[in-house]
């Protein structure tokens, strides 16, 4: 499904030219999972993640049901099957393989939007050099100040995602690509490299040329090492990669090799199944997106948010500016119940408090679940309760963020990919559909844009 291009300010040559007019966003599809047993990869588990099954996958509750005996029924709506992309498997099967090259990636940091894309990118720069890959790995925040992300201990790729879906997904759709889940104790030493750096311009729009990384890394290699079998380490690399040279196809199915770990999903659905009770809504629960059903809200004012876009220097920072424009884009959806993301209680409150003026309901996922239900729920650090609300915030029927924050960016673009409205980059707002609004000056953040893996 294409939508409005990145325009490049290189030419690329060839076949390049031709991919560079398609899509450069869409995001994401974390409606993911996989409930099979992997028999040949033994999965990483963290102390938190005790559980081995949920229940039975949406697509065991009968379809003849209506969508609201569907929803009462079904545990894990957001469960889907892993990839099998014959996109990927064409880029795979072009690509000369280096069994002798394992490539690591354990430097994602940051919020569930920087790691996913960070991690993608990881296992875009390991197809094109050919490369097997260990299971990424990733910078565990600091539980007691959400600031402080980087420098620090990490933590096994099922911290976010699931594995299974993730190993089974490459094995499927690149089964060129080996997955290791950690380096053997004779191999050599890692050789760090940011993987950017090899490229000759880095703009808003990515790497230059793309399609020449894979020279360029192995000019690099050649005169970094001698070893036979090198190890190479990447670099955090987050919005630098130009998901539109690759083929559209190839862009749209790259990021559902990713999804959300299994107790969050779960969560996420009961969150949504006493939405509705709660607040008697109606709709097609089957849908992507519940019309008419519920209005979603980020509100970006956590600390670390506030730490790196200070409100003095960036007005989308400002609780004021954020509230206003929110409220007055839910007054006019037509809708009265808001669902808001956020890890600022204290100005979710104020938030609700202003909601009242235009006769607005403001709930959050803490106010939806009780009992067994909460006590997963708190049991989550910050960054697995925000696998909660992002999985929430995909089926609002109009969604508001801004423009900073990758994580509304994500939410934005996966939305779009539904949307009617083409001319989601020219305004009023950063991103405009009738789906959702991202709040910012029209054409600031133009690498969200281009580096986001749909």
Same mark, same amino acid.
């Given at each position: 499904?294409?939508?409005?291009? *990145?325009?490049?300010?290189?030419?690329?040559?060839?076949?390049?030219?031709?991919?560079?007019?398609?899509?450069? /966003? *869409?995001?994401?599809?974390?409606?993911?999972?996989?409930?099979?047993?992997?028999?040949?990869?033994?999965?990483?588990?963290?102390?938190?993640?005790?559980?081995?099954?949920?229940?039975?996958?949406?697509?065991s509750?009968?379809?003849?049901?209506?969508?609201?005996?569907?929803?009462?029924?079904?545990?894990?709506?957001?469960?889907?099957?892993?990839?099998?992309?014959?996109?990927?498997?064409?880029?795979?099967?072009k690509t000369?393989?280096?069994?002798?090259?394992?490539?690591?990636c354990?430097?994602?940091?940051?919020?569930?939007?920087?790691?996913r894309?960070?991690?993608?990118n990881?296992?875009?720069?390991?197809?094109?050099?050919?490369?097997?890959?260990?299971m990424?790995?990733?910078?565990?925040?600091?539980?007691?100040?959400?600031?402080? /992300?980087?420098?620090? !201990?990490?933590?096994?790729?099922?911290?976010?995602?699931?594995?299974?879906?993730?190993?089974?997904?490459?094995?499927?759709?690149?089964?060129?690509?080996?997955?290791?889940?950690?380096?053997?104790?004779?191999?050599?030493?890692?050789?760090?490299?940011?993987?950017?750096?090899?490229?000759?311009?880095?703009?808003?729009?990515?790497?230059?040329?793309p399609?020449?990384?894979? !020279?360029?890394?192995?000019?690099?290699?050649?005169?970094?090492?001698?070893?036979?079998?090198?190890?190479?380490?990447?670099?955090?690399?987050?919005?630098?990669?130009?998901?539109?040279?690759?083929p559209?196809?190839?862009?749209?199915?790259?990021g559902?090799?990713?999804?959300?770990?299994?107790?969050?999903?779960?969560?996420?659905?009961?969150?949504?199944?006493?939405?509705?009770?709660?607040?008697?809504?109606?709709?097609?629960?089957?849908?992507?997106?519940?019309?008419?059903?519920?209005?979603?809200?980020?509100?970006r004012?956590?600390?670390?948010?506030?730490?790196?876009?200070?409100?003095?220097?960036?007005?989308?920072?400002?609780y004021?500016? =954020?509230?206003?424009?929110?409220?007055?884009?839910?007054?006019?959806?037509?809708?009265?119940?808001?669902?808001?993301?956020?890890?600022?209680?204290?100005? /979710?409150?104020?938030?609700?408090e202003?909601?009242?003026a235009?006769?607005?309901?403001?709930?959050?996922?803490? =106010?939806?679940?009780?009992g067994?239900?909460?006590?997963?729920?708190e049991?989550?650090?910050?960054?697995?309760?925000?696998?909660?609300? #992002?999985?929430?915030?995909l089926?609002?029927?109009?969604?508001?963020?801004?423009?900073?924050?990758?994580?509304?960016?994500?939410?934005?673009?996966?939305?779009?990919?539904?949307?009617? =409205?083409?001319?989601?980059?020219?305004?009023?707002?950063l991103?405009?559909?009738?789906?959702?609004?991202?709040?910012?000056?029209?054409?600031?953040?133009?690498? #969200?844009?281009?580096?986001?893996?749909?």
């Open positions: 499904m294409a939508l409005v291009p *990145c325009r490049l300010s290189r030419p690329y040559n060839g076949r390049k030219l031709m991919l560079a007019s398609i899509t450069c /966003i *869409c995001f994401l599809w974390f409606y993911l999972s996989f409930n099979q047993s992997y028999t040949s990869y033994t999965s990483l588990r963290a102390p938190w993640d005790a559980h081995d099954s949920a229940g039975p996958a949406p697509d509750v009968p379809q003849d049901t209506s969508s609201e005996q569907w929803l009462q029924k079904a545990t894990d709506i957001f469960d889907d099957a892993p990839l099998d992309s014959a996109a990927i498997r064409e880029v795979c099967a000369e393989w280096n069994a002798n090259l394992t490539f690591t354990n430097n994602s940091g940051g919020g569930v939007g920087n790691q894309n960070s991690i993608l990881c296992l875009r720069y390991a197809i094109s050099a050919g490369a097997s890959m260990t990424p790995r990733m910078i565990l925040r600091n539980p007691a100040n959400i600031a402080d /992300i980087w420098n620090r !201990e990490r933590i096994s790729f099922d911290y976010l995602f699931d594995e299974p879906h993730f190993v089974e997904s490459l094995r499927l759709s690149c089964p060129q690509l080996h997955i290791l889940k950690e380096l053997e104790s004779n191999d050599s030493s890692p050789i760090f490299v940011t993987p950017e750096k090899l490229s000759e311009e880095i703009t808003p729009e990515g790497i230059d040329h399609e020449e990384w894979r !020279e360029r890394f192995y000019g690099w290699l050649s005169n970094a090492t001698d070893v036979q079998k090198p190890v190479v380490d990447l670099d955090r690399s987050y919005l630098q990669y130009p998901i539109y040279s690759d559209e196809a190839f862009a749209l199915d790259f559902k090799v990713l999804k959300f770990r299994q107790d969050t999903r779960v969560v996420a659905t009961t969150t949504l199944r006493n939405l509705v009770q709660k607040f008697d809504l109606h709709g097609d629960f089957r849908s992507p997106i519940w019309n008419h059903t519920f209005f979603g809200v980020h509100l004012t956590e600390r670390d948010s506030q730490q790196g876009w200070p409100p003095s220097l960036y007005e989308y920072s400002k004021e500016t =954020q509230s206003t424009n929110y409220l007055k884009q839910a007054a006019a959806s037509g809708t009265t119940v808001m669902y808001v993301a956020s890890g600022n209680v204290q100005e /979710i409150a104020r938030f609700a202003d909601a009242r235009y006769n607005l309901s403001v709930t959050t996922k803490h =106010q939806l679940l009780e067994a239900d909460k006590e997963k729920l049991a989550f650090t910050f960054d697995q309760q925000a696998l909660v609300d #992002y999985l929430v915030l089926k609002s029927s109009d969604f508001a963020g801004v423009g900073h924050s990758s994580f509304a960016w994500n939410i934005a673009l996966w939305r779009h990919q539904l949307a009617r =409205q083409r001319d989601h980059l020219n305004g009023p707002q991103m405009s559909d009738e789906l959702s609004q991202v709040y910012g000056t029209v054409r600031q953040y133009l690498e #969200y844009a281009c580096c986001l893996w749909p």
